[in-house]
């Protein structure tokens, strides 16, 4: 099993007033620490432009960079996404990066506003209309042709604010097109979708896994239009592997059994507040949990997270909203 860690994890995000942004060289040692050796790359700018800079300085952590979230507009029928796509992907070539994780922009900003900070919560979502969605479709065709010549791989990331995030609009993507799909199996229930199911039935589709736990009640009142998604992050949303209400295991064993070997990345949004050490707890307890799993002795200091073999057996989960809880939840909105 290929696991990696995520920026977001420690609560580092592109989102205006999104929370407490920690520096980078905290954020990289705590995973080379939890015996991490690779992550994404994560928000435009927090690692170096220049590939080699951002080689050579993830290296210097023990880490390698395997994907980067790009959000881009595809139901647009003016707006053309090839060159961002093309450039992101020159990007990629130039370094490490295998995967990149594209997700369908509600707008140019790259989110959608009813999850921002502060947002209410039920303002209406963007949903495109039947030219749009034949956009798209289009779109994530030519996307896929252009990620063969850069000898990259593409995985649309159904996504929380963006325009594929209901379990209808993944249904569509899964029966309109042949992209890859970036199984994150936290936005898959918060938009309504079985990530179990989806695991299983799209299994020889799946290119990259974020792996995420999730308060189910807490997904009901987001994706009810009941609390924005930032607020719902910042109470608790996300937790440990194995502390809330995805199947985690079921998609692990599943997915290894259809012989998936891509990379499992270890993405618990957090909304940081005043417990810097929360983020590492958390991601420890969630790889302790992964290698249960995976029959084998949870990673300490200076041990590998990323190596193991076979799947198996099951962790117990923890109950209660102050038991493991991500982060943000223990401070509360």
Not at 94 to 109: F, P, R, S, T
Not at 136 to 144: E, G, Q, S, Y
Not at 268 to 296: C, I, K
Not at 303 to 315: L, P
Request: proline share 7%; glycine share 16%; hydrophobic share 40%.
């Amino acid at each position: 099993m290929r696991t990696a860690g995520a920026p977001i994890s420690w609560g580092v995000c592109e989102v205006p007033g999104w929370g407490r942004q920690l520096d980078r060289s905290r954020v990289l040692a705590e995973m080379r620490d939890l015996g991490l050796t690779a992550t994404e790359l994560g928000p435009y700018g927090f690692l170096p432009l220049s590939p080699t800079r951002c080689r050579s300085m993830l290296e210097g952590y023990g880490l390698r960079a395997v994907g980067g979230f790009v959000p881009v507009i595809l139901h647009e029928p003016r707006y053309d996404p090839l060159p961002e796509v093309r450039a992101a992907l020159r990007s990629f070539r130039d370094g490490d990066v295998e995967v990149l994780v594209l997700a369908a922009a509600a707008d140019e900003e790259g989110y959608d506003k009813r999850h921002a900070p502060g947002a209410q919560g039920r303002d209406a979502r963007h949903v495109p209309d039947a030219q749009g969605w034949k956009t798209l479709l289009a779109n994530l065709k030519r996307i896929m042709k252009t990620a063969e010549e850069f000898g990259r791989t593409v995985a649309l990331h159904p996504h929380v604010g963006t325009v594929v995030e209901s379990a209808e609009e993944v249904e569509r993507v899964l029966d309109g097109s042949a992209v890859p799909l970036c199984l994150d199996t936290g936005h898959l229930l918060v938009g309504g979708a079985d990530p179990a199911g989806v695991a299983a039935r799209a299994a020889g589709r799946i290119a990259h896994v974020h792996l995420k736990d999730v308060d189910a009640g807490l997904a009901a009142r987001v994706r009810a239009g009941e609390t924005p998604y930032a607020r719902a992050v910042r109470e608790g949303l996300y937790r440990p592997l194995g502390r809330g209400d995805v199947d985690v295991a079921g998609v692990v064993t599943g997915l290894a059994a259809a012989g998936y070997d891509g990379w499992y990345v270890l993405e618990q949004d957090v909304v940081l507040g005043q417990d810097d050490d929360a983020p590492r707890r958390h991601m420890a307890e969630s790889l302790a949990y992964l290698r249960g799993l995976d029959g084998g002795p949870a990673p300490g200091p200076g041990g590998d997270a990323s190596r193991g073999d076979g799947h198996g057996g099951g962790a117990p989960r923890g109950d209660g909203p102050g038991d493991g809880g991500p982060a943000a939840g223990e401070e509360g909105p």
